[in-house]
């Protein structure tokens, strides 16, 4: 079974600095994917950044990293130069993968964390 | 090309109707999903599937059925619908190898 927790159930940050989004993860796949997605107040769920967990980087995407740390199973997201638009809410999910790093597609999500973005 | 849409986008049931959520993706996605969205409790999969003809249960199956006769199409079947289904309903699709997964706008369902 595979379960993700995210601690924070609301953060603030100030417009234009960066911000940290806290995961941890347990499962006792040998392989998985880690996910992080956006769920504006219009309600769509909008994919961020996705990171194997057998990559040797951290994943990075435009203003989005994810901070990986394996042996500690936790998955942070970092947002740098926060904008208004980032207000949201920030979900953190995880999926089995095979050897080759190709996930089934069964996500499980934690609970989320709202981010308000202050101007 | 329209991504993952479902109908409809809200819906007011009775305990004990029954009815059927449409999702359909025009992108040829192998992956198939439903979840649903209760508050404080992210999202849960209720069933998905990797092809049509192939559909498998996920976390809380319980009370849904689903069928996959086309790549397009993935239906999620209300049978008797109760007040504890009551939630917001989300399907989505992933091309095989893909990581991210598309999400449809959703479906807001209240079960009186």
């Known amino acids: 079974a595979q379960k993700i927790t995210q601690t924070q159930p609301g953060m603030f940050v100030q417009e234009k600095e960066a911000v940290t989004l806290d995961c941890t993860y347990d499962?006792?796949?040998?392989?998985?994917?880690l996910f992080w997605y956006k769920q504006p107040s219009s309600g769509e769920m909008i994919f961020l950044i996705y990171?194997?967990?057998?990559?040797?980087q951290n994943a990075t995407e435009g203003r989005y990293s994810l901070n990986f740390q394996k042996a500690r199973k936790s998955a942070n997201l970092v947002i740098s130069a926060s904008q208004l638009g980032d207000s949201a809410m920030y979900f953190c999910?995880?999926?089995?993968?095979?050897?080759?790093?190709?996930?089934?597609?069964?996500?499980?999500f934690g609970q989320g964390t709202i981010l308000t973005v202050h101007p | 090309n329209a991504g993952v849409t479902q109908t409809p986008k809200f819906q007011v049931l009775k305990t004990g109707q029954s009815m059927t959520l449409q999702c359909a993706q025009d992108?040829?996605?192998?992956?198939m999903s439903w979840y649903r969205q209760d508050p404080g409790m992210g999202l849960r999969l209720i069933h998905y599937?990797?092809?049509?003809?192939?559909?498998d249960q996920g976390e809380v199956p319980n009370g849904y059925n689903v069928s996959r006769s086309t790549t397009e199409d993935f239906p999620l079947r209300l049978l008797s619908a109760a007040p504890s289904q009551t939630s917001v309903y989300f399907c989505?699709?992933?091309?095989?190898?893909?990581?991210?997964?598309?999400f449809g706008a959703g479906t807001r369902l209240s079960v009186l």
């Open positions: 599937s990797v092809g049509a003809g192939i559909t």
């Open positions: 499962t006792s796949d040998p392989s998985y994917g």
């Open positions: 990171q194997g967990s057998y990559d040797q």
């Open positions: 989505a699709s992933r091309r095989q190898g893909a990581r991210g997964q598309y």
């Open positions: 999910a995880m999926s089995a993968t095979n050897a080759g790093g190709t996930s089934y597609g069964k996500l499980t």
């Open positions: 992108m040829n996605h192998e992956y």
